[in-house]
């Protein structure tokens, strides 16, 4: 099925530990998102990319890093995670002419314990 | 500062019950505005795009209006399947590809 795929769906983990989630889009999409939601269910963007070239980067602490092996793969790394950190994070991908009509990933839910 | 503000935040219908969503923005440079659904436990979902004041689009029982301030997301009839949040996005002119969303209304159909 062509869609935009996230791994892992839940991140259980303790404060200070580093971590990864992986996002694939298979839709020949030019442009990958970031998007963190609260627990108020506010969406907000951290990063985009456009074909591995970084474009979007919102006031995001610096242990947040985003990496883009190539235009279908952006995967986030979070170092020395802290409460604050749970959240709902979405990737989306959209064409480069079209970038609001974005597709998103099912979400991974990150708990910082 | 650049505001998206909708409401209700949370709306209960009957099922057959029309009603309207709102999004007001307080931006300036709007290039587009944009609403999406999102279901429990999944990602947004696509579902119109406006650009003009006047403009409307329609899709089965919605229909999303603009105006210079606000959009409506009209509900005709809706059904226990319309149950979603729904989601109202802006992009500006000078941030190409950022989607500044409101914060949402979770609609909720009872049959």
């Known amino acids: 099925d062509t869609a935009v795929s996230q791994t892992p769906k839940y991140l259980v983990t303790q404060m200070g530990n580093d971590k990864s989630i992986k996002c694939e889009q298979n839709l020949g999409h030019d442009t990958m998102y970031w998007y963190k939601q609260d627990s108020k269910k506010f969406l907000k963007i951290m990063f985009s990319y456009n074909n591995k070239e970084l474009i979007i980067n919102e006031t995001v602490p610096n242990r947040f890093s985003p990496k883009s092996p190539d235009k279908a793969h952006l995967n986030l790394h979070i170092n020395s995670l802290e409460l604050g950190d749970s959240a709902v994070y979405f990737c989306a991908s959209s064409p480069w002419d079209s970038t609001y009509e974005q597709y998103f990933g099912p979400g991974t839910r990150l708990t910082v314990t | 500062e650049d505001q998206v503000t909708q409401s209700p935040e949370a709306l209960r219908l009957q099922e057959g019950e029309s009603s309207s969503l709102n999004c007001s923005y307080t931006v300036s440079g709007l290039r587009g505005l944009f609403w999406y659904r999102q279901d429990p436990g999944k990602g947004p979902e696509f579902l119109f795009t406006?650009?003009?004041a006047g403009e409307e689009k329609e899709k089965e029982r919605l229909k999303a209006t603009l105006t210079k301030k606000e959009s409506f997301l009209h509900i005709t009839a809706p059904k226990p399947e319309d149950s979603a949040t729904y989601l109202c996005?802006?992009?500006?002119?000078?941030?190409?590809?950022?989607?500044?969303f409101g914060q949402g209304t979770i609609l909720t159909v009872h049959p």
């Open positions: 406006l650009y003009s």
């Open positions: 996005a802006v992009q500006l002119r000078r941030s190409y590809g950022k989607l500044t």
